[in-house]
């Protein structure tokens, strides 16, 4: 049972943003860790960022400093703010839990040079 939906992708221009966000609907939600992972063409997917409980973040070192994941436990949410963004962003942007539950549809990021 796929517990979570991403939204908020779309085409942007390098250097542009985007903020995703990722709705929860376990009731767990605010004792769940969270993570953000993207699948790019001809990649596998990979970590992007994670968020936990009481909001410690972890950053993979390609997104560092452009993007910021947050949570709001109030809404069952998670977000990812995505800043500067890249050509090399380019990929299906999923969340999960952490450890992972059945993964959503994910939402799609394209970035044109």
């Known amino acids: 049972q796929v517990q979570v939906v991403e939204s908020g992708g779309g085409l942007v221009q390098a250097g542009g943003s985007l903020r995703l966000s990722c709705a929860s609907s376990?009731?767990?939600?605010?004792?769940?860790?969270m993570g953000w992972y993207r699948q790019a063409p001809g990649k596998p997917r990979g970590f992007v960022a994670t968020?936990?409980?009481?909001?410690?973040?972890k950053y993979a070192d390609s997104v560092k400093g452009r993007f910021t994941i947050s949570r709001d436990n109030a809404k069952n949410t998670v977000y990812l703010q995505m800043n500067s963004l890249k050509p090399e962003d380019t990929a299906v942007y999923y969340c999960n839990t952490i450890p992972s539950q059945p993964w959503g549809q994910g939402t799609q990021v394209t970035v044109s040079s």
């Open positions: 968020i936990a409980v009481g909001g410690f973040t």
């Open positions: 376990r009731n767990s939600f605010s004792t769940d860790a």
